[in-house]
């Protein structure tokens, strides 16, 4: 590696604190995911999504983004980058859980729908794209009382094709609104290769609603976090939406459900795996003369130490009441009314 | 108190709460301009272009970015150019907008108006008349409103606008310019959720909304000459419904009428119909009674199946005689 | 007969109807490697990846292409992986597939099938569970078919393959693995329109339709030793409603309890309840009773929140006994 | 004008025949649309949605297409469209008259809704966009029992933004149907201006579904005669669906319930009057020497002729009955399914 790639966080601005933070989200994302995988094997947990192979992207997007300031709309793969804008582990395990903690639905809600007013993160839903239009309507509205922040969505290829991505582009792009979307292309939807499922290149889309496309390495987190702070300067200077792809692999199953013999084979799998963006990442700190062997294993040690903690937390936490199904249906009726009124 | 028509009256309701609130702001196809059917009309001069926001042709989006901007703490009123074309949003209505308070646990909520101008004026055919209220009927979450005359439909909206859960509006478009009636000048509401007895009566309780309480009460006029008197619940709000109201008017007479333009079967006058089979079996003196729109896809654009198709005084009357006579 | 699962059943109706004419394919996300749910396993190999096709994340188009296709003249099968995922297909059905044979006086029709694997088995949280099929009622010009066991699954889908207009098909994920039974060798159909007395009582009637029937079952052989006996009606198609069955069901016992797991307000059970309440309230001994999930928007992913949501045999059971007794 | 311009028909392929009845189609489809305007004012008909300013893209449209052969998805404005495809004025104004006898509903949909199953024209319903799934779907169909045929269809720029239109492109470029996209893009979705409608230009679309874009002059009938001719055989060749932008203006308001002025100047209006394709037209057969004012008077009055005969028809042909209400809601028990089995 030459001297230029093991600076290249310095030349976009990433002190290096930054930078070893940003492979310590992936790094405990990644744990999150592996711990899940077992604790549902185990039946523990009923069900698990993973992001495996994904983090460096959402990683990447998280940090040229402003906590406490911009609206985040991820989809349920995005679990590092939840956990770089504020989630805790603790809060994805009570959402494992299905605890009543739980701060992204009091365990109403599958794993991986995210909500957390606070932190920014709009709550999701399953029926993949319907947040991409709410990106749009936040940022319409942050136009409308000239605050100044972006909304950041993404999605996946297969979630692309959907007509109200469509709709929302067209929309952010009449307006020239200040959102964010990002594609994260994993090459499959479930079972779907992406040449069944998307015609033409995903990036290309952008030039038919008239603001620009890029394509990024979605297993480089330095390039994803280029391409999202440049995206969000254009956002804030009132340039526009920007749509980047960032191209990646599905390293999991779809799914705890899935099986994924069955429609790609262990050796393509496996090719992807040797490209693993936490381990490049790690190469890049040690490239670089940021980390060491030792520092790593200290921090695997420390991860693996909250993330007990977290688990145990979200297994001994009590489950919402039976009836609690009644509640939060409407407002309670002096609630939020007044607040606005 | 002016007299107005139910057209100004929503007009009136979206002017004085976008005065009142710098949140409220309203989008649509063609809502600059006034929209196609005039319910804005006069507001972009008022307020601007960016809170009178023409939109493209989408109405998912209309939706889904009402649905954002609201979560993010405005309070968005979208336009349906009309109720026939709220259909590509449903998604967005039933998945999203009802569903935003309850899944997030009370942390984010959705308070969004869609204004959707429903039933058939006549010339309307099958995608300009259509009642779509009973599909979104039955979605806990949502509201559901469909005022009957100009102080309910002010009221109503302005409620709407206030509320802090996703509300559908819906506004027959006969009443538009057919319907006028007294407006207070002050600022007031019609609480969602309460059904209004638009006449006392003793022999028969017709339980409507929208247009055919107008025509029931005429009809009731017609009755009472010949000896029969209606008592007549417009129930406003279709969701959540008033049950102590209905249960009550039914109570009151025994004999029970249900009427909308709405087809049929499975539609708000059998959720009405059923109420009253589990909870009032015995104070019936008479099987519930049904005049609703025939279960066709929609009204035909000829006048004869036109006029075979839609409610009237004469069939409401009809209705009605028959039930008291029962 | 062999014994199969509720599963297998619709397969083999897709299999058979296949074979039987190259007009019929399936369409739909991840149908080729066997469907999530696999529903459509093993048809690939047999019929070739065009007529097994994996269509791209979009249910729009995944309906509104199977209707092009049909008006064609071909017998598309679309399947909607989970029915939660039905809405951003709702203006192609409601718009599209239920008014074409109507909107062109009979020059066009369109025979497609949609299938869509409905209601919770535990742990699908709010969007993998929910019961949507009273969005689509009430749309005349759709046919909504919702069976219970092996031999209704098969025989319908198989009618609903061949029948010329559109058919919405609600297979109960619970009864994919939960519910066997015998199905014919030989080639048959179960009628749409149709419903069935699963069980002859005297003492109560329930009138249910999917997996609520299999509970009314169970308890009723529990209700039985307690000395009480249920005739059971398994609707089996929902749209058009078959009164006739219905009100001759009701009429047996005078006292009607109406299941489903779909919310209660607006559902079908109100369309039932109002059927009986127009047509028999002086055969009634008992208020109609209903026992359907709680009008809140969908179930909860954590257990005791699941458990108060979804029906069981044992609230079926307490809701039939209160009944006999009352 | 040149003599290349002159003669540019008969390089496409085109007599002078097909040339003459292509303006005869234009001027037929004119005067109809001004006819309803008469009736409509009258109160003679209930409404009127006009095709003015759109005719040329329209026939030049249909004269590529293989009649009896290829499938048409017309729009509501598509008078000049359907008029070449075989509908006679009559059925037009059966329908504008709503009376039993009209192919396209039986009196049944508002007029402008085209549906005429001999002819290959499906049925159409007011919201916009929904026929571009049904258009793939029935090149699916095609393409599934290897006939050659390619389906059209059309849309105002406005419903361009649908979701429908995303997702039945996507589709399309995936299997590489034979459909033809064309969206006559007449700047206007009734009061909304093409800037405040659509993001970027309509034909770039094309390229993130991977198929070639087209943008031809909507007011000229020969280029778009080239271009949907070519689309038509890429199609046939295999190598899957074109995007044609047919660019023009529409002169009339949007229908007769709508009042332009309240968004237009009279100015605009009449600047693209001075550019009506019709008049173009017929310059062309003159300068080409096919036409003469003398051949116009007499074509003129002969389809005053017919517009009499079929207005005369359309008036006093029958009403359907009232009970026809109930009918064709679903098949006749015996009909179609036996058909079928
Ligand atoms: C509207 C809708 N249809 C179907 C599904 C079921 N489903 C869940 S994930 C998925 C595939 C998504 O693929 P992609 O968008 O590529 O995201 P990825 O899972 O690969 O990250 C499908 C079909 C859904 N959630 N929503
Ligand atoms: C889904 C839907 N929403 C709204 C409408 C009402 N509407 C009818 S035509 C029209 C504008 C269409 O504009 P465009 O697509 O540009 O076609 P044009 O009328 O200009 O030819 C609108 C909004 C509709 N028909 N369908
Ligand atoms: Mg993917
Ligand atoms: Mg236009």
Not at chain 1, 193 to 201: D, E, I, N, S
Not at chain 2, 137 to 143: I, N
Not at chain 2, 236 to 247: E, F, K, M, N
């Amino acid at each position: 590696m030459s001297i230029g790639q093991t600076t290249k966080h310095r030349t976009l601005g990433l002190t290096d604190e930054q930078v070893v933070h940003m492979y310590r989200n992936m790094l405990t994302a990644r744990k999150f995911d592996e711990r899940c995988l077992l604790l549902q094997r185990a039946g523990k947990i009923p069900f698990h999504v993973s992001g495996i192979g994904q983090e460096a992207a959402q990683v990447g997007a998280a940090f040229a983004l402003e906590h406490g300031r911009d609206f985040f709309l991820p989809y349920y793969r995005d679990y590092a980058f939840v956990l770089s804008v504020g989630m805790t582990l603790k809060d994805l395990m009570l959402a494992a859980f299905t605890k009543a903690e739980d701060p992204n639905s009091g365990g109403r809600q599958m794993p991986g729908h995210f909500s957390h007013k606070r932190l920014g993160i709009v709550t999701g839903s399953s029926p993949v794209s319907t947040q991409v239009p709410h990106a749009v309507g936040i940022a319409l509205a942050g136009k409308m009382k000239r605050q100044s922040f972006v909304s950041f969505t993404t999605y996946g290829e297969g979630s692309s094709n959907q007509g109200d991505v469509h709709e929302g582009m067209n929309f952010a792009g009449v307006h020239k609104l200040p959102v964010i979307f990002m594609c994260e292309n994993n090459q499959y939807a479930i079972s779907v290769p992406l040449h069944k499922q998307v015609a033409g290149r995903i990036v290309d889309r952008a030039l038919g609603y008239g603001f620009p496309g890029v394509r990024v390495d979605g297993t480089n987190v330095l390039e994803v976090y280029e391409a999202v702070k440049e995206a969000r300067e254009r956002a804030l200077r009132g340039d526009g939406p920007t749509l980047i792809e960032a191209v990646m692999y599905r390293i999991a199953p779809h799914s705890t459900s899935d099986d994924d013999m069955l429609y790609r084979t262990k050796e393509e799998v496996e090719y992807h795996r040797e490209r693993d963006p936490v381990s490049m990442m790690k190469q890049y700190l040690l490239d670089s003369g940021l980390w060491s062997e030792a520092q790593d294993e200290a921090l695997q040690a420390e991860i693996k130490r909250e993330m007990n903690e977290a688990t145990q937390y979200g297994d001994l936490a009590p489950y919402p009441k039976p009836e609690d199904t009644l509640t939060h249906v409407y407002a309670d009726e002096r609630e939020d009314r007044d607040q606005w009124l | 108190m002016a007299v107005i028509t139910y057209l100004e009256a929503i007009r009136s309701a979206m002017d004085e709460e976008m005065a009142r609130s710098g949140d409220v702001f309203v989008l649509g196809e063609d809502v600059g301009k006034g929209g196609v059917l005039n319910a804005t009309k006069g507001l972009r001069d008022k307020f601007g272009e960016d809170r009178v926001l023409d939109t493209p042709l989408a109405e998912s989006a209309i939706v889904g970015v009402a649905i954002g901007a609201a979560m993010y703490g405005m309070r968005p009123v979208a336009e349906m150019q009309f109720a026939d074309f709220i259909f590509p949003a449903t998604n967005q209505i039933i998945s999203e907008a009802a569903k935003i308070r309850y899944r997030s646990n009370n942390d984010w909520n959705c308070p969004i108006v869609i204004r959707a101008p429903y039933g058939a004026t006549g010339g309307g055919a099958l995608y300009h008349s259509q009642c779509p209220e009973s599909v979104f009927f039955g979605t806990p979450g949502l509201k559901i409103v469909a005022p009957s005359n100009p102080y309910d439909a002010k009221g109503l909206l302005k409620a709407a606008i206030r509320d802090p859960d996703p509300v559908l509006f819906f506004e027959h478009k006969k009443c538009y310019l057919g319907v006028t009636g007294p407006v207070p000048d002050e600022d007031y509401i019609v609480p969602i959720g309460k059904a209004d007895v638009k006449r006392e009566g003793r022999d028969i309780t017709v339980i409507s909304y929208g247009l055919t309480v107008q025509y029931a009460l005429q009809a009731a006029e017609q009755l009472a000459k010949e000896g029969y008197s209606a008592h007549i619940l417009d129930l406003r709000t279709l969701q959540p419904l008033d049950v102590p109201a209905i249960l009550e008017a039914a109570s009151r007479t025994g004999k029970v009428l249900i009427a909308h333009e709405d087809n049929k079967t499975g539609g708000v006058g059998a959720e009405v119909a059923a109420l009253i089979a589990e909870e009032l079996l015995y104070d019936l003196d008479a099987p519930v009674m049904r005049v609703c729109g025939p279960d066709v896809p929609a009204v035909g654009m000829n006048p004869p199946m036109e006029k075979f198709f839609l409610p009237s005084v004469d069939k409401m009357l009809d209705a009605m005689r028959k039930l008291a006579q029962y």
